[in-house]
């Protein structure tokens, strides 16, 4: 059985930052939140996360994830009195208490698995994650004898110029007896350089412990600063990129793409350069997606292109071709082999198949059929300054440029609206509607003005 607890109450001052570090994102979600999934394969009995600086936009920020505790360490003086904070709620527990960092965000669920068998099968009191850097300024240095058996951490600056020179660091991962540990936690001292309770203290005073290498050094990487956060953020593009590409997906100029952890491609997608998926994004087989694209929260099915523009929770179907600079948000939805093209906006809009918006328009909560021809320049105007109104235009109907629906307004199957008209009452099937001023040619006008 084992409890897991997640230190998060820390402000970050090395991030120079108003949000508190744990909060800080990578590739979509937050640190701390990575920290809470890497530790769901192991099915934790309780899940506390220690939280102080900034509590409740901490707990707010994770209020969606069920039966995740909170415990609060209201002054924070150091990540061994973050721990004392769970003497009371763990009162009587005589499991194992496994303890993450919470800016620790890249730390695989199968490293875990292996320090919490290393645990058990040693017997140890406490065993720990360490790794050994090339560059180890910065982390606690973990002294061990030949058989792992840790005699002291050492944090870098309580270290001597000798101690320095240890490349084995604590990456801030510990499996604890709880029993064992809750007897020494209420006697630690904080003297040292930073006069704060250091949990790594502990390891002198519970009995046998353990080091653990890592086998993967990138993923203990801890989350001071914001160079940290962009040389995490790199590992984890590596690792999501990687994937894909194995997965038979093309990446051109793939140092210049973004993809979240959270999205979904399907073989022979192509992602052209400098373009952005995030979000629960789902893109399917044969699309070709940029170059120069923000694509979030959005399904795009099958040979979908999409090119400088940018897609916000909306849904593309088959065969549909998007862009140069179209912005789709808002739920757009747009049916199959339609064509939106050059700065063309779509808000809460949906499409029937084979429909054309080529050019300069806006559809706001509007909704077409299909084989649709939207003029260039057409423009719902759907807001009269209280409220939003609906547009509706029926199959194969065709709007002039420059027409303007003024909403609520319905226009008929198989309507044609002369170029310039602003529609302001609903139009029925199969018929042409002009309404403007029909235009008025005056011969001979100069001269009799000049007359005049
Ligand atoms: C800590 C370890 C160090 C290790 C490194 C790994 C200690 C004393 N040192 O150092 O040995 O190499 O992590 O990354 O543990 N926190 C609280 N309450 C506090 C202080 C901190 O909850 O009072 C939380 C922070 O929010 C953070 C975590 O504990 O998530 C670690 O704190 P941090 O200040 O980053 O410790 P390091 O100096 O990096
Ligand atoms: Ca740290």
């Not at 973990?142 to 005699?151: A, D, G, L």
């Not at 042409?432 to 011969?443: D, E, F, G, N, T």
Request: hydrophobic share 40%; proline share 4%; glycine share 8%.
């Amino acid at each position: 059985m084992v409890v897991v607890a997640i230190l998060a109450a820390g402000r970050g001052t090395r991030m120079k930052s108003n949000l508190p570090k744990v909060l800080h994102s990578l590739g979509g979600r937050s640190l701390v939140e990575r920290v809470i999934e890497s530790v769901e394969p192991l099915s934790p009995s309780r899940r506390i996360v220690i939280v102080g600086y900034q509590a409740e936009e901490v707990k707010a920020a994770m209020q969606s994830i069920p039966t995740l505790e909170f415990v609060e360490q209201t002054v924070q003086l150091g990540t061994g009195h973050a721990i004392q904070q769970l003497l009371p709620c763990l009162e009587g527990y005589t499991g194992n208490l496994l303890v993450l960092n919470g800016d620790l965000p890249l730390i695989r669920s199968a490293t875990l698995k292996q320090l919490l068998q290393t645990h058990q099968k040693n017997q140890n009191t406490a065993t720990i994650l360490t790794a050994n850097l090339n560059d180890p300024t910065g982390y606690g240095r973990v002294f061990c004898n030949n058989e792992s058996v840790v005699q002291q951490i050492v944090e870098h600056k309580d270290c001597t110029a000798d101690q320095k020179q240890n490349t084995r660091i604590n990456a801030g991962v510990y499996c604890f007896s709880w029993q064992n540990l809750a007897q020494v936690l209420p006697h630690l001292q904080a003297n040292n350089a930073q006069n704060e309770y250091y949990l790594t203290d502990t390891v002198t005073q519970v009995g046998k412990v353990m080091a653990v290498d890592v086998a993967d050094y990138q993923e203990i990487l801890g989350i001071n600063d914001r160079l940290q956060l962009a040389a995490a953020s790199e590992i984890l593009q590596r690792r999501v990129k990687e994937k894909w590409m194995l997965a038979g997906v093309t990446l051109i100029d793939p140092t210049s793409i973004t993809i979240d952890e959270t999205v979904e491609l399907q073989p022979d997608v192509i992602i052209e350069p400098q373009t952005h998926l995030r979000g629960n994004t789902v893109i399917e087989t044969g699309s070709r997606i940029g170059p120069g694209s923000l694509i979030e929260n959005s399904q795009l099915a099958e040979n979908v292109i999409v090119q400088y523009s940018v897609v916000t929770n909306s849904l593309v179907k088959a065969g549909t071709r998007i862009g140069p600079y179209a912005h789709l948000r808002g739920h757009a939805q747009v049916g199959a082999g339609c064509r939106v093209g050059n700065f063309v906006e779509l808000k809460n809009t949906r499409l029937g198949d084979r429909t054309n918006v080529a050019h300069l328009s806006y559809l706001g909560d509007a909704v077409t059929g299909d084989q649709v021809n939207i003029g260039a320049g057409t423009i719902t105007a759907n807001y009269d300054g209280v409220k939003k109104h609906p547009t509706k235009i029926g199959d194969r109907t065709q709007t002039g440029s420059n027409s303007v629906l003024v909403a609520p307004v319905t226009l008929g199957d198989d309507v044609y609206v002369a170029a310039g008209s602003a529609v302001t009452e609903d139009v029925p099937d199969d018929c042409l509607v002009i309404a403007r001023a029909r235009q008025v040619i005056k011969v001979g006008w100069r001269k009799r003005k000049a007359q005049s």
